[in-house]
């Protein structure tokens, strides 16, 4: 069986009296980007720092590659690149000197910086900017020098805390683009409180409330958690609200535009052929009907509700 790039076992972390983390068990696998997910102060830098052995947990355990966190830290770490939500940079070197230290910090032989640099460089985009000074960069290109460091010794997981955090929309994109590439190689694991950067840029999710992991699953997964209770109707004969609501099942209409409407029901297994029933026997001439999603949003606020 195949030790999982990341394993984490009952972790549980203590600032003072206050548990930031408990009882946080999950693996990571496959490649792909990984979303950890949570609002502010739900524990998800915490879990970030002790994976990537910033901060020794209070309890519990972290395997990388099957080597432990705690006991052989060094070993651990070799596979990891981390950006941490402020990125480690030296504003007053170039690019490529900050790149150099960065690769002599992780132990690349001195016969391999050159290549390792020029691919890096090449892969974030940032070659023309090597020989500038990287207080003099756009925020956007700061922080492709900031994920250029942490992938420069090639490592299997990427781990990444808020990495569009302070971008403008370009930025962003830019950005997630770069993780996208960077995720066919190797593992991504990112934090974020913001729900569309996961739709957006992620593979799978693992949301945190309050130091507990309360969702783990893939996005399609995550987006249908919560079972729909709306149809989304369009008629080209418009009925009156009143008739709507006397279909069996149904138990509330809103009305959207004049031939438009989004139906509220108590049982999902019939409903659409009710309405399409009904609509053929009172020739409403039924132009479109589906199902619609909980909103991300939604599924946010019940799964924060679940720790309550």
């Known amino acids: 069986m195949t030790e999982p790039i990341v394993r984490v ?30 609002s502010n102060g739900a524990g998800k830098s915490t879990i970030m720092n002790i994976i990537c ?52 910090l992780r132990m690349i032989p001195e016969k391999e910086i050159k290549t390792a640099l020029d691919s890096v460089l090449a892969k974030c985009a940032i070659t023309h900017f090597r020989k500038r000074l990287i207080k003099n960069l756009s925020g956007g290109y700061q922080q492709r020098v900031g994920i250029a460091q ?43 409180h913001i729900l569309s950067e996961v739709q957006a840029t992620c593979d799978y999710i693992r949301m945190v409330e309050e130091g507990k992991v309360v969702f783990a699953g893939t996005v399609d997964e995550f987006d249908n958690y919560i079972e729909p209770n709306t149809v989304f109707v369009s008629l080209l004969e418009s009925p009156s609200v009143d008739e709507l609501k006397a279909i069996p099942g149904v138990l509330d209409v809103e009305e959207l535009e004049e031939t438009k409407y989004r139906v509220k029901f108590s049982d999902s297994q019939d409903i659409i052929e009710k ?8 020739g409403w001439r039924l132009n479109e009907i589906r199902m619609e999603r909980s909103s991300l949003d939604t599924i946010f606020a019940e799964l924060s509700k679940s720790v309550k």
Not at 78 to 98: A, N, S
Request: with cysteine; hydrophobic share 40%; aromatic share 6%.
């Open 53 to 104: 052995g910033v901060l020794k947990q209070t309890n519990g355990n972290v395997f990388i590659n099957g080597i432990d966190m705690r006991s052989k830290s060094i070993e651990a770490k070799k596979h990891i690149g981390f950006l941490p939500q402020k990125p480690p940079l030296h504003p007053d070197l170039t690019v490529e000197e900050y790149l150099i230290h960065c690769a002599n």
């Open 9 to 38: 076992e009952n972790l549980s972390h203590r600032y003072s009296v206050q548990w930031a983390v408990k009882n946080v068990d999950f693996e990571i696998a496959d490649c792909g980007i990984y979303g950890l997910l949570g």
């Open 275 to 282: 309405i399409v029933e009904t609509s053929v026997s009172k």
């Open 150 to 192: 942490a992938i420069i010794h090639n490592p299997n997981l990427v781990v990444l805390d808020e990495p569009t955090n302070g971008l403008d929309p370009n930025q962003t994109v830019e950005i997630r683009n770069l993780i996208k590439e960077i995720a066919r190689e190797r593992t991504v694991l990112l934090s974020t």
